[in-house]
């Protein structure tokens, strides 16, 4: 079924969307013990008798995920609680060692926030409410398909720390939960409590989708979506589920609670085949670690401490740097770019310019070569000086292109690459004379009739100039000495 | 709140144990007399009391990240039941007979 | 070594005597091994026999003896030097294995020791072989273990009690002067009662758990057992401290345990709880503890009588939150990464075939009335509501001691140990920890110690006191182990 087979019953009936977003803490150890967290390494390489859940062993919590977590927690406006419980939730599955994982159940790290995610078309702002936000470890990985008939376990992910954010059912729309979950990872890239790379699984998404008839205020059966891979496979796993729902219910059936899972090659979501009503799962206070007690005090200078979000960011770049709507939300997309950009705006001085090149080269620069800001080789420092050479007419646009093409391979001094190349700009006009004779005698038919009047054959011989002077000729003086003789 | 045979069996499911037609039928009789002596709880007034966790400790405490894992004295083969390039390998799960990763 | 009943000058018992020979040289560490070997076969320890130990490797023990007492020349004498001290095999050490007397863990090898191991070990001490136990600690008499029942050595056709009734036993039998035990209910006191030795569980938190195999975390404590107080006093000084590795222990400072013989208990109270001593108690245990009350008086004590009137629920509490716990902490038990793997019918049947064929009935039972007890739709009637009544149970003694009560005495036992094969019901069973049970719900500090013979058989007396105050509770113990005298044991 395509997710528009059929727009007309669609527009009769309103998708309601509520999501549950796990991410991977950014932390050295693993949440419950002092293992390696890290991506990729050999089988079962970062494991201990705590995260084996060998006999014995007990859960120690790493303190820094519980400061990441209260740090994610505030940015998304919620209240983080000053005593908060870790549960065992029970179940058995091969990549779970202890046959429990550790979580937060009846009393989370915090509650009721929430998230605005842009407006609705007829104007109303998009607010999305945060459910809550709970700490709890990761599981192990299953292969099934390495070896026949059999499921190879790699328990180095298990124990890693997670939190899940769990929102309201608050969206209205694929597109609606597409923004809260750009929304979502742009704060916690701020805020740099993850990777929040899906790709990786440092961010996972589960939603819950119903649809209902417009107009009704109560709630239609849910169904759960799960494995979608990408932001635009969450947008169109909700699509697909959401017609599925709407054919059931417009011809008079009636939508099962259950899990579905996304077949994003086949663009198809299909029912897991876990049996429903098996999962009880037994929630219980996790008598190896006692309550979670955060003072006050403490939660107050996290709350001091955050960065400036991307909202406030953006509202500073539009006051602070005149810029339009569309070069803010460009250049606030990441944490990185935004420091970057504000780097060569503050050095340089002229705000407009210091954008245009940021987005223009810097990012098309990002883009071909997948690289990072981080570590990219032109320093905003540099590109700054780039600008200011621009602008005090000693190198010229073109001229300075070049320069940059230079900078990103070798990371050189802008000055130092226009000197030693012989890109700085010329205005003698001995030698602006010199190279128009050139030209001019090179294109006879084009300066006969560019002296008889064709005004717009004045541009091919600038360019023509430029050319040969490597970029170096002022145009502006150019065009002063072509008028001239035009005149004589 | 009597225990029948099919609690029985899903609550043995739960637990993941085999068991036999007799010993569920056993299991019935020994847990609705054991429960049974569990019933004067009900009459216990608690209205207004906390439940009893974290006994005895004042707090969570937490470590710093990072620092040197538990050593295990014996690697993994040592005593997995089965292990392969590393990884323990179990029967696959019957929901899982088409290939993919979790 | 003497034997079993015959007991060494009081106050310094025979852990001492063997630190101070060792640290003098008089004997070594691979003397006092050989000493205790020979102990265990004479008393027939082996499997045939009181079937004391799960697994006992006298070579490597002789041979480890030897290498630690070379270490510990040069260094101040640990508290424990030489000492050989039995383990309960559901606490993890390197070379034995560690079974929790369960088929499910058959010859599993534990890659790492636990933290009371490290510690004994630092103390100078000799870790001696494995000693039997209810498998996964879920019994009262030892005899649910999957290598077969231990005998009490003072009565082989009784129970030693349980679930640590080989390490009694291994003390009672004089294989060992002090011995490392579990407790989640009452399983140090009640075999220290039934086999007349001592038997002390510390304060939750007090000593670390990690390397304990859990059976119920909340109630879960490492205890010991001693020959008489100061062997236990003595073991418990060199176990307990705040462990990293366990997010329940605490930083409080330890007390010197072994040094509150010396602290007078002149004006101290003891609480005699009518709770404990119900009209249906045995006149013969009563008797017995009207005994230890006039010593305590004389002692210059003030007896006072208090009530703990939540007493009654505590074994229904009990039987609630442990197998909630258990049933949880022995989920890992799944034949996936160690011990038992029975095939199946793919990954569930896998499971399912491992679990029923590795755990036996009491432990199949009690994993059953946990999972039930936590299943959706009976949570809060049983477990929400058991953990409230838990709540209720402590205040009860946080109200007596505040009153001004230093230390409670009761018996340890309704009874004195049956007989082998004696009990079948489970909940009857369940009940020979009634009076234990209620120091694990509250976490506060307790012990076992000989106050005579009913029928010929010990009889154990229970002091309990508040939360870390393991010192008072000592010096009383102590005061009653001389004044009681031969009476202790006959």
Known sequence: MSPRADTSLESQWEMVVGLEVHVQLRTRSKAFCACSAEYGAHPNVNTCPVCLALPGALPVLNGRAVALATRAALALNCTVHPVSVFARKNYFYPDLPKGYQISQFDRPLATAGFVDIGHRAEGSPIRVGVTRVHMEEDAGKSVHDRYEGATAIDLNRAGVPLIEIVSEPDMRSADEAGAYLRVVKQILEYLEVSDVSMEEGSLRVDANVSARRRGETTLGTKTEVKNMNSFSGVERALAVEFARQVGVLSAGGVVRQQTMLWDGAAGEVRPSRTKEGSHDYRYFPEPDLPPLVLELEWIDQMRHDLPELPSARRARFVSEYALGAYDVDVLTASPRIAEYYESVARTHGDAKVAANWVMGEVLAQLRATGGDVATFRVRPRDLAQLLDLVRDGIVSHTAAKQVFATMVVTGEQPAQIAERDGLVKVDDDAQLAAWLDDVMSELPTETARWRSGEKKLQGVLIGAVMKKSNGRADPRKLGQLLAARLVS | ?102 | MSAPGERAPLDTGRAAAIRAATAAGATSAETTVKQALSRAREVKAGRDGLNIFVSLDGEYLKEHAATAAQQLTDTEPGLLLGVPVAIKDNIATLHHPTTCGSRILAGYVSPYAATVVSKLCDAGAVPFGKTNMDEFAMGSSTENSAYGPTRNPVAPDRVPGGSSGGSAAAVAAGIVSVALGSETGGSVRQPASFCGIVGVKPTYGRVSRFGLVAFASSLDHVGVFGAQVDDAARGLRAIAGHDPLDSTSTSIPVGEYHLAHARPVKGMVVGRPREYFPDSLDPAVRARCDAAFEHMRELGMQVRDVSLPHTALAIPVYYIVAPAEASSNLARFDGARYGLRVAGAGLTGMYEATRSQGFGAEVTRRIMLGTYVLSAGYYDAYYRKAQRVRTLIADDFSRVFQSGVDVLFTPTTPTPAFALGAISDPYEMYLSDIFTVTANLAGIPAMSQPIGRVGGLPIGGQLMAAHFEEMKMFSVAYALERALGAGASS
Do not use: Y
């Not at chain 2, 043995?12 to 609705?32: F, I, K, P, Y």
């Not at chain 2, 007034?45 to 937490?62: F, K, M, N, R, Y």
């Open chain 2, 1 to 102: 709140m009597a225990v029948t045979i099919d609690d029985v069996r899903h609550i043995a499911a739960l637990a993941r144990l085999g068991l036999t037609d007799e010993r569920a039928a056993s299991l019935v009789n020994e847990m609705n007399s054991i429960l049974g002596h569990m019933d004067v709880l009900s009459k216990a007034d608690t209205s207004g009391v906390q439940e009893a966790i974290g006994v005895g400790a004042g707090g969570l405490p937490v470590r710093d990240d990072g620092g040197q894992p538990i050593p295990l004295a014996r690697s993994l083969d040592a005593f997995a039941p089965a292990l392969k390039d590393g990884f323990f390998i179990v029967p696959r799960l019957s929901t899982h007979e088409t290939p993919g990763e979790s």
